[in-house]
């Protein structure tokens, strides 16, 4: 990680850590590195989240983008997914999106693709990175070389939703679905794209007011979508994210299909169909041991990444797969889409759910789960106590000893979190108390520390 871009772009407390002046920076800087390497005037979308925070964040990059000379084309409130497809299809040389995700209202984030829709490389990330903290060396315009806001084209979402519903190989045959849409930026795209198809519709969470995103819904918190869907008796339920680029499914008994089992039901689906590429599937070391014989029992690969999309997608394009993910929903087919889109996710897995003629929780039913305790210590003083803590020696100690009574069944991942200041612990054991205990035990010694470390 670098000293403002995490593993998902720049992520922080609004007025606590990511500030309007901030963002004008990124915004000066980003239009210089992408200026020099275009060799003329760039072309940057921007998109945002429902978070309240969004316009203000947004006024400083534009501001800061058009006085280093590039143009801005706004898109409002959009997927982030569809940020990446519209900077490809408009023909822009980078992409802005505004949103902190999954993180409550109080978080935001800026996050940039390159124009081909990914994320930009580590390279450019770092020159950016230094011309934030050097902006008497950024060149600001005058005259007629100021960028200014272009108008942008009036049917450039229809087409991204063309695009999704387009997913949908072999069509959708009719089924009660409820839709969780976070009070994010699914609300401006989810209505559109699933009546496309001969659903039974309900929406639920979908009349956002800036502080409501993510709040006790969505897919980090499926728990109302769940009672609902049992409640009324529908087929399965589809929960997004805050920006919709996670997907996470309920089956008709409320039970939680996460993106591991989303990955594994597609992945066979592809495979039978000679359309998983290599017969592999790109996964984190997050993903369950379930998952992991599941696939093996079918005859599919996994390969393991650390944790952040960003490095699924790199192991993908590297090596040729077109299916990868992580088990919080947020999943890349890479054949239709660039980044990961929780839209696109839940269309392949409503068309392969639908061409099986069984229940989600047949399906999701034969994919097994280990006994997974997951828990978030809170960490003060930033990513300089998040790593000396992680480089303790007595922590390395202590997750050796907790991994030998596991007897080989079971793992322990123990990371700092790319986004929030946090250090996240999994443990996951054969049996569920097994996995309580080593949890409770190493996250009892992190917080020792970090009182230590930020003493």
Request: hydrophobic share 40%.
């Amino acid at each position: 990680m670098g000293k403002y871009f995490g593993t998902d772009g720049i992520r922080g407390v609004v007025n606590d850590g990511l500030d309007a002046e901030i963002s004008f920076k990124v915004g000066q800087a980003a239009a210089m590195v992408l200026s020099e390497n275009k060799g003329g005037r760039p072309l940057f979308t921007i998109g945002k989240d429902t978070r309240i925070s969004g316009d203000m964040l947004e006024a400083a990059l534009v501001a800061g983008l058009c006085s280093a000379g590039a143009d801005v084309m706004l898109l409002g409130v959009v997927p982030t997914p569809a940020v990446a497809f519209i900077t490809m299809d408009v023909g822009a040389d980078a992409g802005i999106v505004i949103s902190a995700s999954h993180n409550p209202y109080e978080h935001n984030g800026i996050k940039i693709f390159n124009s081909e829709g990914f994320k930009l490389s580590d390279e450019l990330e770092r020159k950016i990175e230094e011309l934030i903290d050097a902006p008497e060396r950024v060149i600001r315009r005058s005259d007629g070389d100021i960028g200014r806001v272009v108008k942008k084209n009036s049917d450039f979402l229809e087409r991204y939703i063309d695009h999704v519903v387009r997913a949908a190989e072999g069509g959708m045959g009719k089924m009660r679905v409820m839709i969780d849409c976070s009070n994010g930026a699914a609300c401006k795209t989810a209505k559109s794209i699933f009546s496309r198809f001969p659903l039974e519709l309900e929406f639920i969470n979908d009349n956002p007011n800036g502080i409501n995103i993510n709040e006790k819904c969505g897919s980090t918190h499926p728990e109302l979508l769940a009672k609902l869907v049992t409640a009324g008796g529908f087929d399965l339920g589809l929960a997004f994210d805050g920006d919709a680029d996670r997907c996470i499914a309920v089956d008709e008994k409320g039970q939680i299909v996460d993106g591991d089992k989303i990955m594994a039901i597609c992945g066979v689906a592809m495979k039978d169909r000679g359309k998983l590429a290599k017969d592999c599937i790109v996964a984190t070391v997050m993903s369950n041991l379930g998952f992991h014989e599941y696939a093996a029992n079918r005859g599919i690969k996994l390969r393991y990444t650390p944790i952040g999309d960003r490095y699924v997608l790199e192991q993908m394009l590297e090596c040729g797969y077109n299916l990868g993910g992580e088990q919080s929903g947020h999943i890349i087919f890479l054949d239709d889409s660039t980044t990961g889109d929780g839209q696109l996710s839940a269309v392949k897995f409503l068309s392969v759910v639908s061409r099986s003629g069984r229940k989600v929780s047949e399906l999701a039913a034969e994919i097994p789960t280990y006994p997974q305790i997951l828990k978030n210590v809170p960490v003060k003083g930033g990513n300089e106590i998040k790593n000396a803590i992680m480089a303790d020696i007595r922590l390395k100690e202590l997750i050796a000893r907790e991994e030998e009574r596991l007897g080989g069944r079971g793992r322990i991942l123990v990371r700092p979190s790319g986004t929030e200041a946090l250090i996240r612990v999994m443990v996951e054991a054969e049996h569920e108390d097994t996995a309580v205990e080593c949890s409770e035990n190493l996250s009892k010694m992190i917080n020792c520390y970090a009182e230590e470390k930020f003493l």
